[in-house]
C-alpha cells in the first residue's frame, strides 16, 4: 500500500548535477528505510544509496561514494538524491523503493535490492554528451 513516486529525472552532460525526488506516502511503519536504486539495460538492479529513518544513517554504494548525496524531508514526506559530478556510467533508470519498516536491526542492508518491499516507477537519469 506504500506509494513512491519519483520524479527529477532528465538530461545531464558529464560532470552535472542533477537532483531526484520520491514522494512517499502510506507507511504504516513509523520507522522504515528508504533509497534510490538503478538499473542500467543489460545490468542488474543495484543499490545506490539509502537512509533508516529511526536513526538518519545513511549508506552508499562505493561507485556514489563523495558525489551523491541521499537526504530526507519528513515535513514534504520526501526523500531526495542529489547526484554530482556525473558520470556516463550513471546512466540508468533510478527506483525509489523501501523495505516497509521490515528491515528493523538490519537497516544497514538497505541497499539490498532484494530486501525492498515497494518499488516507485522508475525514472530516467542520463548523463551524456
Known amino acids: 500500500q506504500v506509494q513512491l513516486v519519483e520524479s527529477g529525472g532528465g538530461l545531464v552532460q558529464p560532470g552535472g548535477s542533477l537532483r531526484l525526488s520520491c514522494a512517499a506516502s502510506?507507511?504504516?511503519?513509523?520507522?522504515?528505510?528508504i533509497g534510490w536504486f538503478r538499473q542500467a539495460p543489460g545490468m542488474e538492479r543495484e543499490g545506490v544509496s539509502c537512509?533508516?529513518?529511526?536513526?538518519?544513517?545513511?549508506y552508499y554504494s562505493d561507485s556514489v561514494q563523495g558525489r551523491f548525496t541521499i537526504s530526507r524531508d519528513n515535513a514534504e514526506n520526501t526523500v531526495y538524491l542529489q547526484m554530482n559530478s556525473l558520470k556516463p556510467e550513471d546512466t540508468a533508470v533510478y527506483y525509489c523503493?523501501?523495505?516497509?519498516?521490515?528491515?528493523?536491526?538490519?537497516?544497514?542492508?538497505?541497499?539490498?535490492?532484494?530486501?525492498?518491499?515497494?518499488w516507485g516507477q522508475g525514472t530516467q537519469v542520463t548523463v551524456s554528451s
Open positions: 502510506g507507511f504504516t511503519s513509523f520507522y522504515y528505510t
Open positions: 523503493a523501501t523495505d516497509d519498516g521490515n528491515l528493523g536491526y538490519y537497516s544497514s542492508m538497505c541497499l539490498r535490492p532484494s530486501l525492498m518491499g515497494s
Open positions: 537512509i533508516s529513518t529511526s536513526d538518519g544513517s545513511t
